[in-house]
């Protein structure tokens, strides 16, 4: 493995880890925008752009772009978080080129207003079948209360309504601003010569405007509260609890993930065998997320709706014992094997280092080889945890719940909620 | 990469590729037995003593098993199919000795009295949680339709009858039968040394009975018909057909797969083209599926009802052209483009290796290395495209269809059905 990283003129960053030993190769650009980005009126706009992305350009048509996506044989995608808009490839490596001209036009989408029109029916036709999962709602409903009056609480789909008002002249306007060579990161990684990459970039990116956008970094002050959406056919509750863990560029990080894993994995942890093995929820899962200037513990429940306040209940007890008691030796090593065996198993293609390469750059400046995260997950001790519980302990701040129950009491913490990021 | 294959003295089959540039390994247990070599009255066991092997053995309790994989991070699963029952985990190198350990004790199951009667109620969810896919239930009921009289037209997961009426005592006896160590192949992929292989095997899988089950390889038969499961409720009409396509030992097989994506992948194919880039069809593939001497073109459709017979109309017209026309050039290089990528983006993780290891050896008796695949598709021509669609054209010989409709004429083609493999 061999990392290399340069900047354009424009501003571009290019990142690559090379790699002679694999039969393919990656590449994507992480633009630096999702819905924490947008304002209000524009709520859903860096989604729908990512799907107008692929409507084509100057040069290739839609049917064009797909078409030769697939005579190259590329597996290709795109999505967008709170965060990051992100389109990706991978490839053979004599494909590159050709596979690369492709992605780099996506840059520069045309944005015809018919195809903005045609495109709008599907984009609310997503957002009524996100609707329907009940997973999907408490999470949306979780992060609107949570992050209330601060960007992250702002949806990723958009409503029906912020969507059904946009014009294709905001979108470009949007695209304008938000998709500035200086605020996109190409990451590649697998056989390709670093030269390449980068007669490939001066080729198809160096005429980008440059700039950057400026993203507000405030940090979140968590919302206590909770939010209840009533759907009676439902069979199962479906329970979403945030509370503050470390952002992004914390150097607790890889503790929270090893914490999250031992406490809330989706086997083998304190909540498995808590609520799940003898039968008490179907689901319950603790999840470190992480953003820029911002983290959240996420807590998720699904259960009969009957037993909710029980288990919220229970969950409370285990995240107390943890908060009190931390790790024990035997439940720190069992996480960092599997996070260890994580970091392996997804490192072993180039998608999933690309995923890797790109988002340390994008959220960090830095370059990490899967040598690196093993090296740090191993470093971990319990009083690291120890330090990170007493900087950001496990709580139930804010409840989003889905599903036949009309009220609950999700014994919201209402005590200090001024943890401060480490 | 080095392949490596050894035989231990109770017939136990044993086929090694190392790897010492990856941070993985994975291994793998191909039990040659799946539901077409079950008898009727035992419809079901394989899939069901599939889920038994994970409740413990003499050394450890079914609680052990998930614990102690989860210890050591270990990334695994097993599945049943029609041919093949596989147990499987990947590890990072220093925990092969404990997982392989536990990964061999699931061969030897306690097969416990209570331990089968709690897991029958969790098949028993299973089996009802399937039927509710209506595309599941279209694929069960074309394999019992086409397959009608043959071995391959028992279900996997059986019927809530025979997996209800099953005892532990039938579950014994098939597994004395069909455990035995010649009917099974122990693969592994990945960052380990073959000594070391050799040596795990010999210690925990040497005191295997010895011998093999010999499994019937009588040629099917394919029974022309169609059969409609009406669910009035469904939106979508969900339809299944199935003609002769080379079996798992025929030299057309890489031919056959090629042209499989060119007429029917889920884009960029003539179906795709013709059906749903369109709008006709919500889906509209063509699959290739292999079996112990025999094999299947397994179409798939699913779109409104009242368009159902004409878009089964538009695919017999679209067969037709294949089937007198073949291929044209760019048609076949855009399949292997795809198909090679398939082949490298699947090699790249010593999970997916193992699937193509084991699966090679188990059918073929051959190992092939990715170089190998890559080779091979590349070396087809469009006239042995030609030479395929002669010996297995394109049909539309037995249909399932399930959704609302209550009748359908899918213009089964009752010509001769005399397809011989080649």
Redesign the interface.
Known sequence: MEFHDARLDNGLQIVAELNP????VAAGFFVGTGSRDETAAVSGVSHFLEHMAFKGNKTYSADDV??IF??????YNASTSEEVTLFYA???PE?LPRTFELLAGLMRPSLRQDDFDMEKKVILEEIGMYEDQPSFTAYEQMMQTYFAGHPLGQIILGTPESVGALTCEQMRNYHREHYRAGNITLAVAGNVEWADVLDLAERWCSDWPAGRYKRSRTEAVPAVGTTIVTRPAGVQEHVMQMAAAPPADSRLRYAAELLAVAVGDD??SRLFWELVDPGHAEVAELAYNEYDGSGGWMTYLSCLPETTEANLERVRTLYDNVNAGGLTE?EL??A???????V??R?????GRLSSLGGNWVYRQEYRS?EDDLKTVRSITLSNISELLEAYPLRQLTTAAVGPLTSLDAGGQDGPVSEKPV
Not at 70 to 75: H, K, T, W
Not at 347 to 351: F, L, N, V
């Open positions: 030993n694999v039969y393919s797909n078409r697939d005579e190259v044989g590329a597996r991978a490839v053979l494909y086997s083998g035997v090593k069992q960092k094997n599997k996070v260890s065996s994580r392996v198993l490192g072993e293609r180039p998608m899967i």
